[in-house]
Structures are given as C-alpha cells and as structure tokens.
Nanobody, 120 residues
Framework: QLQASGGGLVQAGGSLRLSCAARGRTFSSYAMAWFRQAPGRERDFVAAISTTSDTTNYADSVKGRFTISRDNWKKTMYLQMNSLKPEDTAVYYC???????????????WGQGTQVTVSS
C-alpha cells in the first residue's frame, strides 16, 4: 500500500516536497516513480528511481527542478519540487514496479494521489 502526501497550494517559483510512504516489507525491492495527471490530460511520467537509488530518470519538463529520492529504512520516497510553475499543477501519484521506467504500464502498485496547485 502506498500513501502519497505533501501536496498543497504554492505560488509560482516556490517549492514543495512530496512523500510516498509504503507499508510492507518489500519496499526496497521495488523501483519507485512519480506520475502526475492534470485535468483533462493523461497521467504522465515525472520521475523514477531504482531500488538502490543508483539510477534516476526524469521527464524533460522537470529536469533540473525536481529531485527524486528514497529512504529504504523509512520505506519512503520523496519528490523535491523547486521552481514550481503553473503547468506543474496536477494530482501527483506514486507507484511501485520492477524497473525505473517511464510508462504507466511498468508499475503494478499505485498510491491515491496528492493535489499540487501552483498559482501564477
């Protein structure tokens, strides 16, 4: 089970940190990822991280602004979001899968989502 949190309302240029807490013993066995879905749009890939954090993958739209990380002892994944833009507004979902890939189909388990709203 995955529980995303940390969303909220922030002004453009601001920062937020999302968290995704996992229950169960196998968190460290899964690659993790963040996706987001804006109103009327498909759910898009944001970032992914391998089981040992040695590999990360970012969407071009967030490179240099967002940082994905994980703490296997705490069974938690994070997304530090800086220099936020209005176009970052979306519901953000965390997901677990076998590899840090970019497709929705690559992930088997999903959290419930947390709303991020960036005002201009």
């Amino acid at each position: 089970q995955l529980q995303a949190s940390g969303g909220g309302l922030v002004q453009a240029g601001g920062s937020l940190r999302l968290s995704c807490a996992a229950r169960g013993r196998t968190f460290s066995s899964y690659a993790m990822a963040w996706f987001r879905q804006a109103p009327g749009r498909e759910r898009d890939f944001v970032a992914a991280i391998s089981t040992t954090s040695d590999t990360t993958n970012y969407a071009d739209s967030v490179k240099g602004r967002f940082t994905i990380s994980r703490d296997n002892w705490k069974k938690t994944m994070y997304l530090q979001m800086n220099s936020l833009k209005p176009e970052d507004t979306a519901v953000y979902y965390c997901a677990a899968g076998n590899w840090p890939r970019t497709g929705n189909v690559d992930y088997d388990y999903w959290g419930q989502g947390t709303q991020v709203t960036v005002s201009s």
